[in-house]
């Protein structure tokens, strides 16, 4: 704001509104970013056969269900992840897929996520804090750091068992940069913290404004 001269007192209207867009950049990524994305991925990781069929079908069955109607060019591509990682070109990304995927679901997490979450033999590590079982699965989002404004989804399970739930119950936790699930259940979620969160103000003391 450009004013004549400097202002001798600041007065606050309770009653002013005003609409700021902000870049999804600047927030915490989030699943929901992944679904509002105009152009999305599922990549594919996980171990699926006739005899025994992976929970993770389920994610993909809802998504064929909803984008039934809509033009063939406008619906979620659906293809199994390549042996180098490489992602679509454009768009958010959402990966599916458990431990005989994890060297390259890791590799993903390690170029969008650094080190806020990692995988292991053992289990999962988020925000510093290892967690280890059977019945672990972990959904996490971060920022494409070649895409601004687009993000990659993981959803990786420790077991078929431990995404039973989970997929069936995805797209309801699509606020939270992460979430740890527990034998089906949220143990842990949160957001990542952004540079944005934090903010300095100085009072020059010799200076004053009222």
């Known amino acids: ?55 993770f079908r389920d994610v993909i069955a809802r998504i064929e269900t909803q984008e039934r109607q809509k033009p063939v060019g406008d619906r979620t591509a659906i293809v199994a ?10 768009g ?18 390690a170029t969008h996520c650094g080190k806020r979450a990692t995988l292991s033999e053992r289990g999962v590590t988020v925000m510093g804090t290892p967690h280890e079982g059977p019945g672990l699965a972990l959904l996490v ?7 601004p404004g687009s993000v990659v989804t993981v959803l990786y399970a420790a077991t078929p068992q431990a995404v039973t739930k989970v997929a069936r119950l995805l797209f309801f936790y699509g606020w939270n940069s992460f979430v740890l699930f527990k034998d ?7 957001e990542w913290p952004l540079a944005s969160d934090r903010m300095e103000v100085r009072l020059d003391a010799s200076n004053p404004i009222r």
């Open 1 to 55: 704001m450009t004013l004549p001269a400097r202002p001798i007192a600041i007065d606050l209207d309770p009653d002013f509104m005003a609409f700021r867009r902000i870049p999804r950049q600047s927030l915490s990524p989030v699943l929901n970013h992944y679904v509002t994305d105009r152009q999305r991925s599922v990549l594919t990781a996980f171990t699926d056969e006739p005899d025994h069929p992976s929970p």
């Open 81 to 90: 992840l390549a042996q180098d990682g490489l992602l679509p070109q454009e």
């Open 92 to 109: 958010s990304v959402l990966v599916l897929g458990g431990p005989e995927s994890r060297q390259r679901i890791q590799a993903i997490l």
């Open 141 to 147: 989002s971060c920022h494409r750091v070649d895409r």
């Open 184 to 190: 089906g259940a949220a143990a842990v979620r949160g």
